[in-house]
């Protein structure tokens, strides 16, 4: 089945210590989003790409940064994770921008120590 | 800014009950989102609305876009214990067409 996969499901990391995590898509969609999800509150958009294009929203730390490397894929770099960061993180896709639906993975809950 | 707020942010219910969660944009949409998360998991897509006092069903819920294109309602009859988890709204930012998402509004089934 055409889907969304996140890996991993769960991530343990050290305070400073840097973390990737992965996503991959079968949809063939243009758009890639990465969202980070707190306990209680609605997903908050970090950034997205449109084919190879990069948006990083206004307000994202720097110490998050993206890459994909092709349609497929798309990775989320946490250089120097701090407590904070602690949530779940959410990659989605689009065939096109937000005129139509997102597509979630099962999300990676990053835990930092 | 641009803002989507969404009430109530709980709703305790009896199964068997119906539940409804209110979206309200501070601007006008050109079109706006639902999702369901259910506990543990991710957002799910449910529906989209486009045009203007448009109405859609899916089996016991009813979705619908106001006159105005401003706010948004979801009502569920004799809510089943399968409802449970939060119910999202989410509409089109003016500046990159991005989703702002409303609070949410979560759908507790009471013992």
């Known amino acids: 089945d055409a889907m969304v996969i996140q890996n991993p499901r769960y991530q343990v990391t050290q305070f400073g210590k840097p973390v990737t995590l992965s996503c991959s898509q079968t949809?063939?969609?243009?758009?890639m989003y990465w969202y980070q999800q707190k306990s209680s509150q609605a997903p908050k958009l970090l950034f997205h790409?449109?084919?190879?294009?990069?948006?990083n929203e206004a307000d994202t730390p720097d110490n998050f940064q993206s890459r994909r490397p092709n349609t497929s894929f798309c990775f989320l770099d946490i250089r120097s994770p701090g407590l904070g960061d602690a949530a779940m993180y959410l990659c989605?896709?689009?065939?096109?921008?937000?005129?139509?639906?997102?597509?979630f993975g099962p999300g990676t809950r990053l835990t930092v120590t | 800014g641009q803002q989507v707020m969404q009430i109530p942010q709980y709703q305790h219910v009896q199964e068997g009950e119906d539940f409804t969660t209110y979206c309200n944009s501070s601007?006008?949409?050109?079109?706006i989102q639902w999702y369901k998360q259910r506990p543990g998991g991710h957002p799910v897509f449910l529906i989209q609305l486009v045009k203007s006092g448009e109405v859609k069903k899916q089996k016991r819920l009813t979705f619908q876009f106001g006159e105005a294109k401003k706010n948004s309602s979801l009502h569920i009859t004799a809510t089943q214990t399968t409802d449970v988890g939060t119910y999202f709204c989410a509409g089109p930012r003016d500046s990159n067409y991005q989703l702002i998402w409303g609070a949410g509004t979560k759908l507790i089934i009471k013992p």
């Open positions: 989605a896709t689009s065939r096109e921008y937000a005129a139509k639906e997102q597509y």
């Open positions: 601007t006008t949409l050109s079109n």
């Open positions: 949809l063939n969609h243009n758009v």
């Open positions: 790409y449109y084919d190879k294009d990069f948006n």
